[in-house]
T-cell receptor, first 114, second 111 residues
Framework: DAGITQSPRHKVTETGTPVTLRCHQT?????MYWYRQDPGHGLRLIHY???????DKGEVSDGYSVSRSKTEDFLLTLESATSSQTSVYFC?????????????FGQGTRLTVV | KQEVTQIPAALSVPEGENLVLNCSFT??????LQWFRQDPGKGLTSLLL?????REQTSGRLNASLDKSSGRSTLYIAASQPGDSATYLC??????????FGPGTRLSVLP
């Protein structure tokens, strides 16, 4: 299994509070991604990173920000959580610099905003 | 914009049957296609990856094919087992669009 750790695994937070989710990898892959998974919508890309301090928006980036200060860590921040951000969040990595570019996923973080 | 669909949405079969899951995509300019398995409450496990230049890949009882020109991929599961019960997702890797996922096929294999 690819070395991807997400923390926390579960979190309940109140509307309006800031929340940060962490993704840590031990594979030294340049590309990292944050997805959210919701019933009826499947997996949707929030933000991705293609290197330290290099990030870009995905399909559903409103209300989220990201940071990557080290190759191994990719943080997702909800500046002011809303109930619509209740979801399961997955981090992924890929080895895009090599020919195969296979994606590997973490175990997910279940976030509930009350 | 790449769109990925999967048919059927759900499938229930008796143990031992061979089955086929379908994935369709709208933009044939893909880099690769990947099949994943997801168990309830768990993350995604990579099953097979097919590069755009390949026609198929095999791993054990699983065989995935790719027809890029028609925008289709199939996942064939031979001699299904109850342990194969899960949701199967296909993801298309587009140049510049990252990984675009289908909605998944929920498979139940009955003992």
């Amino acid at each position: 299994d690819a070395g991807i750790t997400q923390s926390p695994r579960h979190k309940v937070t109140e509307t309006g509070t800031p929340v940060t989710l962490r993704c840590h990898q031990t594979e030294n892959h340049r590309y990292m991604y944050w997805y959210r998974q919701d019933p009826g919508h499947g997996l949707r890309l929030i933000h991705y990173s293609y290197g330290v301090k290099d990030t870009d928006k995905g399909e559903v980036s409103d209300g989220y920000s990201v940071s990557r200060s080290k190759t191994e860590d990719f943080l997702l921040t909800l500046e002011s959580a809303t109930s619509s951000q209740t979801s399961v969040y997955f981090c992924a990595i890929s080895d895009r610099d090599r020919a195969i570019d296979e994606a590997f996923f973490g175990q997910g973080t279940r976030l509930t905003v009350v | 914009k790449q769109e990925v669909t999967q048919i059927p949405a759900a499938l229930s079969v008796p143990e031992g049957e061979n089955l086929v899951l379908n994935c369709s995509f709208t933009d044939s300019a893909i880099y690769n296609l990947q099949w994943f398995r997801q168990d309830p409450g768990k993350g995604l496990t990579s099953l097979l990856l097919i590069q755009s230049s390949q026609r198929e890949q095999t791993s054990g009882r699983l065989n995935a094919s790719l027809d890029k020109s028609s925008g289709r991929s199939t996942l064939y599961i031979a001699a299904s087992q109850p342990g194969d019960s899960a949701t199967y997702l296909c993801a298309v890797n587009n140049y510049g669009q990252n990984f675009v996922f289908g909605p998944g096929t929920r498979l139940s294999v009955l003992p």
